[in-house]
């Protein structure tokens, strides 16, 4: 046929490749009007991190801080000892400071991946930045801040932001354009670390004018949400029901689909936001968020319950429920929204051997899938430290207590001994072999800081701060000696906490404690045994309790 480049083209006729290339590339630069499109949120106005000047403090390097941060020891496991030195090191390597071109606010930590930060990663740095003493811990819960700042005037945050200029990597229509929506979740757990009630005034509008924006622009009629690979995360997860979607598709595309993890999400943001607003007397912004709570609960529960598989599984336009069991639906031991009838059925599958309980704990997708990969295979059965945190977090919150340590322990001993293979920790693990997966990035401080930090001292040793309570709960399951010196509580208060060794975990433990001011020390072990030991003194105190 007749190719025909300089003038409009009749019915029926095409370009070559080379001409269809040239008038693509033309038509992508000829000016055109362009509209703003935002809606203004009047929340936005208080979000103080758009107005702020940057902050010009240096960055403190791992040789100048060490002996400022906790230290943890564990009897005849100097390896993982070693691996949470390490894994510090790291983290501050990658600490980077605010410039002009890019127009962040604060000192904040990379995450590791393409010069770019993310929303989600850095929701998970932010959990184990907190255990870096009251000098560092905001250097790393900072990071948030200079996402807050690229807030838009209607309350959308690009979930990735390029450091060299600030610019968001996604236009916000885009499906992959943002998500998780995590942010409160990351910063209530920090609130229960430091108890700071002004850090939840300045973020409670910001937070709040986002999932007002996510729920206008990611929600079905039903109320579920929607996302995509890319939005959610595990970008290639095999999550819509159309098998014949290309890669490309998996990442960009929502499919039609009500997405489990994404919607048990929007609970849990709902749940946060309302704890918030009672903190801080902003009872009458909250009443449509109870209302979606419960609508969300029902349509949940009602819709995206899977009984064949007694699991809870994302759902097409028709109503059909998908067969794949993605870590992503463990979001909800994190919230309210479950069925009790349904929760023991659910958390089943983490001790199920055909499904998540593999050699190396939790894979992303579950064995039973076609497309399960040993090596991992990206979001295909990898183990990724922030969702194997997610879980454990969750299991806690269903006081699954036996299951979450068994579950952390297990995770920590593999990225241990991949550890003592490498020197370094991964992006991701192999879910069959002592091996990071394939593909992985090493040296990922990053959120794997989660595993040699984060799980050592919540779900090894059993130690978890609430600060609201001024109460720290020890879950002591371990029998070997172990414990943490300079352990931060609060904004204010260091703890020196020691268990000796036992030979059974129905032995009491002796404890050597101190703190800098009173605190409240739940000690559980054994079966259902507690003792709440008052601990206020400077000197350490030995403790056999009864």
């Known amino acids: 046929?007749?190719?025909?480049?300089?003038?409009?083209?009749?019915?029926?006729?095409?370009?070559?490749?080379?001409?269809?290339?040239?008038?693509?590339?033309?038509?992508?630069?000829?000016?055109?009007?362009?509209?703003?499109?935002?809606?203004?949120?009047?929340?936005?106005e208080e979000n103080i991190f758009r107005l702020v000047a940057p902050e010009n403090q240096e960055l403190p390097t791992f040789e100048s801080s060490k002996s400022l941060l906790p230290v943890p020891f564990w009897e005849g496991h100097d390896d993982a000892v070693s691996c949470y030195w390490r894994t510090w090191e790291i983290a501050f390597s990658n600490l980077r400071k605010p410039t002009k071109e890019n127009g962040f606010v604060s000192n904040y930590i990379d995450t590791a991946f393409n010069n770019c930060l993310f929303m989600?990663?850095?929701?998970?740095?932010?959990?184990?930045?907190?255990?870096?003493?009251?000098?560092?811990?905001?250097?790393?819960?900072?990071?948030?801040?200079?996402i807050y700042a690229c807030q838009h005037s209607d309350g959308f945050m690009c979930r990735e932001i390029r450091e060299s200029d600030g610019k968001d990597m996604w236009s916000r229509y885009d499906t992959c354009s943002t998500g998780p929506n995590i942010l409160a979740w990351a910063e209530w757990e920090s609130f229960c670390n430091t108890g700071d009630e002004n850090r939840l005034k300045n973020i409670f509008p910001i937070l709040l004018a986002f999932h007002q924006w996510f729920r206008?622009?990611?929600?079905?009629?039903?109320?579920?949400?929607?996302?995509?690979?890319?939005?959610?995360?595990?970008?290639?997860?095999?999550?819509?029901?159309?098998?014949?979607?290309?890669?490309?598709?998996?990442?960009?595309?929502?499919?039609?689909?009500?997405?489990i993890d994404t919607t048990f999400q929007q609970v849990l943001n709902c749940e946060i936001l309302i704890r918030m607003a009672n903190i801080l007397k902003r009872h009458n912004e909250i009443k449509d968020l109870i209302d979606e709570k419960e609508k969300l609960k029902t349509t949940i529960n009602e819709k995206m319950w899977n009984e064949n598989i007694e699991f809870y599984c994302d759902k097409s336009s028709d109503g059909k429920l998908s067969n794949i069991k993605?870590?992503?639906?463990?979001?909800?031991?994190?919230?309210?929204?479950?069925?009790?009838?349904?929760?023991?059925?659910?958390?089943?599958?983490?001790?199920?051997?055909?499904?998540?309980?593999?050699?190396?704990?939790?894979?992303?997708?579950?064995?039973?899938?076609?497309?399960?990969?040993?090596?991992?295979?990206?979001?295909?059965?990898?183990?990724?430290?922030?969702?194997?945190?997610?879980?454990?977090k969750g299991l806690t919150k269903c006081e699954e207590h036996r299951i979450a340590h068994e579950i952390g322990l297990n995770h920590l001993e593999n990225v241990v001994k991949v550890f003592n293979q490498t020197n370094t920790v991964w992006e991701n693990y192999s879910p069959e072999n002592v091996a990071p997966g394939k593909p992985a990035k090493a040296d990922f401080v990053g959120w794997t800081g989660l595993v040699p930090i984060c799980v050592l001292f919540e779900y090894v040793f059993g130690i978890r701060p609430f600060a609201m309570k001024n109460e720290i709960v020890w879950d002591i399951r371990l029998l070997d000696k172990h414990g943490v010196d300079r352990y931060p509580f609060g904004t204010d208060c260091e703890l020196t906490l020691r268990c000796d060794k036992r030979n059974s975990s129905e032995e009491t433990p002796v404890l050597h404690l101190s703190s800098t001011r009173v605190v409240n020390i739940n000690i559980r072990w054994g079966e259902n045994k507690q003792q709440v030991l008052s601990v206020s003194n400077t000197e350490l105190q030995t403790f056999k309790l009864t």
């Open 1 to 44: 046929k007749k190719k025909m480049s300089n003038q409009k083209l009749g019915y029926g006729e095409r370009l070559t490749e080379d001409e269809l290339k040239k008038r693509w590339t033309a038509d992508k630069v000829i000016p055109a009007p362009t509209f703003d499109t935002h809606v203004p949120n009047k929340l936005v």
């Open 120 to 146: 989600w990663d850095s929701s998970f740095i932010v959990m184990f930045g907190r255990y870096a003493g009251h000098q560092f811990s905001s250097t790393f819960h900072n990071t948030l801040n200079n």
């Open 216 to 259: 206008e622009n990611r929600s079905w009629q039903d109320g579920s949400y929607f996302s995509c690979g890319g939005g959610c995360g595990m970008d290639n997860q095999p999550r819509q029901l159309n098998k014949e979607m290309s890669k490309k598709a998996v990442f960009y595309c929502h499919g039609h689909m009500s997405w």
């Open 326 to 392: 993605t870590i992503g639906a463990y979001w909800g031991l994190l919230t309210n929204s479950i069925d009790e009838q349904k929760l023991s059925k659910f958390i089943s599958h983490l001790s199920d051997e055909k499904a998540f309980n593999r050699p190396h704990r939790v894979p992303s997708l579950s064995a039973d899938h076609e497309n399960y990969s040993a090596d991992g295979g990206y979001w295909l059965g990898a183990v990724w430290a922030p969702t194997t945190y997610m879980v454990l």
